[in-house]
Nanobody, 128 residues
Framework: VQLVESGGGSVEVGGSLTLTCTAS????????MGWFRQDPGKQRERVAA????????YYADSVKGRFTISQDNAKNTLYLQMNSLKPEDTAMYYC???????????????????????WGQGTQVTVS
């Protein structure tokens, strides 16, 4: 599966952006998907994820209440609505996917970048 992110940009503190990840390749609803972000020189960190089969969503504490992950399975598209943006949200944002494990296993592992084998090229978000 190929993943392409879009929607990044520069925004003022308190502003909003919506990131989009379009998946192409074999249509397979069994892919679970997530968003990660990375600053130069830092480790890639989790942002949010969705267990596609159950629609369960997961969020990093730092974005809870501000970011919303959603999916359109008909369009093979994943979204990340980001509100009340802060300077610390500045990073390259990456879309990730892999075959869904059980809900229980995904709940324990979604935050690890190593849980996903497919990655997009990233889209830059800058908040100032």
């Amino acid at each position: 599966v190929q993943l392409v992110e879009s929607g990044g940009g520069s925004v003022e503190v308190g502003g909003s952006l919506t990131l989009t990840c379009t998946a192409s390749g074999p249509r397979n609803r069994r892919y679970c998907m997530g968003w990660f972000r990375q600053d130069p020189g830092k480790q890639r960190e989790r942002v949010a994820a969705v267990h596609t089969l159950s629609d369960n969503t997961y969020y990093a504490d730092s974005v809870k209440g501000r970011f919303t992950i959603s999916q359109d399975n008909a369009k093979n598209t994943l979204y990340l609505q980001m509100n009340s943006l802060k300077p610390e949200d500045t990073a390259m944002y990456y879309c990730a996917a892999d075959f869904c494990p059980s809900v229980a296993d995904f709940g324990r592992t979604w935050y690890r970048a190593t849980s996903f084998g497919y990655w997009g090229q990233g889209t830059q978000v800058t908040v100032s």
